[in-house]
């Protein structure tokens, strides 16, 4: 095969789509058999991307075969290189051992280099199974080349005596001892800090106030993106939007693009980039930057209702906004950093009631059980 097609259509009245993201993509030949051991075994390590920045993510995959025809326990061991470590909550296991092995452990690897499963089942009849994890560099980590390989201990019978042998992966796609990942020296930025503020519930027909506070100790960014999603029921407030400095000095060259996603019925999306196209990005400023813009409540009609146990007309809707900052920048440091900034706000409707108490007309304010 010569040629990839991907064909990809969209309902966006703008010409910009953002409901697709093609990265860099890697095509590889069938890889060669991996050796089966004189116990029945073979096992293999691959790594998703060989060339890379100190600033990204490194996939690796495992493949383990038992040729047995029983079922086999081992305990699987990969000690990262120094400067690696194991990312957190990334271990994908096989499904035979994520629900039905209740004998399998795994260490607590989440930032160290040592990633370890005990009572790792394979299953026999050559069957194989595949475990998944992700690893990082530390912010000292030089350039140069990374390898090393994994391994799997397993109880076996040599000359009629039970003894416990080990077996080193070799590389997936070369058979080699260890896959090897060249890695460049990438500039690493600091985190970017978004704090969403928002009240503390709301009111039908509410003009709802959102304001993202974003902090970047970085160089400016460019080519930024936000979308925010939020509950159809909702309206943007028309003229709310506005970006602005730490000294509240409006930021030029940034516009609100308002779609939807192209469900039916219309999912809105509020986007904010570099033109009112929405071709390109803006550019985050270094320092402290403001977003804001207003969305309206529906009508109490229009909330989706019941009674509560005291007979109260009460609303059970949540406003979720959900955020996403991307960016069409090539560094693959600064990506690293934007990919954490999503997140999302959730804003409960709240009944609130005020009762006078003394000719003073002061009063007290109490919330009803939601």
């Known amino acids: ?8 259509s969209t309902s966006f009245q703008t010409p910009r789509s953002r409901d697709i993201f093609i990265s860099p993509i890697t095509v590889r030949a069938i890889p060669p058999p991996t050796p089966v051991n004189e116990d029945g075994f073979s096992f293999a390590k691959q790594v998703n991307v060989r060339e890379i920045t100190t600033c990204e993510p490194v996939d690796f995959s495992f493949f383990i075969e038992n040729t047995n025809c029983d079922d086999r326990y081992v305990q699987f061991l990969d000690t990262l290189p120094e400067y690696m470590y194991w990312e957190p909550n990334t271990l994908v296991l096989d499904t035979t051992n994520a629900m039905h092995n209740g004998k399998i452990a795994i260490n607590n690897y989440a930032g160290s280099r040592l990633l370890r499963i005990d009572s790792l089942m394979v299953p026999g009849g050559g069957s194989r199974i595949r475990l998944r994890a992700t690893a990082r560099f530390e912010d000292n980590a030089p350039a140069g080349i990374y390898d090393n390989r994994a391994m799997i201990v397993y109880d076996a019978i ?8 080990e077996l080193h992966s070799l590389d997936r796609e070369t058979l080699e001892l ?3 990942i060249s890695v460049g020296e990438g500039e690493k930025q600091e985190p970017i800090t978004v704090d969403v503020m928002a009240p503390a519930n709301y009111r039908e027909n509410n003009e709802i106030t959102i304001t993202y506070r974003i902090d970047n100790p970085n160089p400016p960014i460019t080519d930024m993106y936000l979308d925010v999603d939020y509950n159809e029921t909702f309206t943007y407030v028309m003229n709310s939007f506005g970006m602005t400095n730490a000294a509240n000095q409006p930021i030029s060259g940034v516009y609100r693009v308002t779609t939807d996603d192209g469900e039916d019925p219309p999912v809105p999306i509020l986007t904010i980039a570099g033109d009112v196209n929405g071709n390109t990005g803006f550019i985050l400023p270094s320092g402290v930057s403001y977003i804001t813009f207003k969305l309206k409540a529906p009508e109490y009609d229009g909330l989706v209702s019941e009674l509560d146990d005291n007979g109260v007309f ?3 809707e949540t406003l979720v906004i959900f955020h996403s900052f991307s960016s069409e920048i090539e560094d693959p440091c600064a990506i690293d950093v934007i990919t954490k900034m999503s997140g999302e706000r959730q804003i ?3 009944s609130i009631t005020h009762i006078k108490t003394n000719r ?7 919330r009803r059980r939601q």
């Open 158 to 165: 040599e000359n009629s005596v039970p003894i416990i042998k």
């Open 178 to 180: 260890s896959p090897s």
């Open 314 to 316: 009460v609303t059970k």
């Open 348 to 350: 409960p409707y709240g």
């Open 360 to 366: 003073n007309r002061t009063f007290r304010i109490f």
């Open 1 to 8: 095969t010569s040629e990839i097609l991907i064909r990809y």
